[in-house]
């Protein structure tokens, strides 16, 4: 099988066309939560916390000279990383835990119980038999 016919029949897998549509889907969406927790979440949350923009939190560890940047260790945004990772984390969450509870409820409807099959319908006339002999 040639090369090419192989990476066909792999690419044309639902697997990998799901997880391309997935990986599309979740660059969109961590779009959304960044703006959300940066242009919604974060003023706020700042603003309780005395004004403060986590995005400009700093600390210098060397400062700049002439020919040099200034070293920064920038925690605030690493804070701010970990408040967007949260929000994202708790978004799936929320979103598969109502998938969940749909596939609960088709699960809860009752079903029929099968129809016994023609031996298992044999052997309960056999025993039905058997007890008005008694």
């Given amino acids: 099988m040639s090369m090419a016919k192989e990476f066909k029949e792999f690419a044309m897998r639902g697997n990998v066309i799901d997880l391309a549509v ?9 779009k959304i939560v960044s703006s959300f927790v940066g242009d919604v979440i974060m003023p706020p ?7 403060v923009d986590f995005t400009n939190l700093t600390l210098v560890l060397k400062e700049a000279t002439a020919s040099t940047p200034a070293v920064l260790f920038r925690y605030g945004t690493f804070i701010q990383t970990v408040v967007d990772f949260v929000i994202i984390a ?7 835990k109502g998938i969940n509870q749909l596939k609960r409820k088709e699960e809860s409807a009752p079903a029929a119980p099968p129809k016994p099959s023609n031996e298992e319908a044999l052997l309960g006339e056999i025993r039905d038999l058997l007890k008005v002999r008694k």
């Fill in 22 to 30: 997935g990986v599309i889907i979740g660059g969109a969406f961590g």
């Fill in 45 to 51: 949350l700042g603003l309780l916390i005395g004004g």
């Fill in 90 to 96: 708790f978004a799936i969450f929320v979103a598969i």
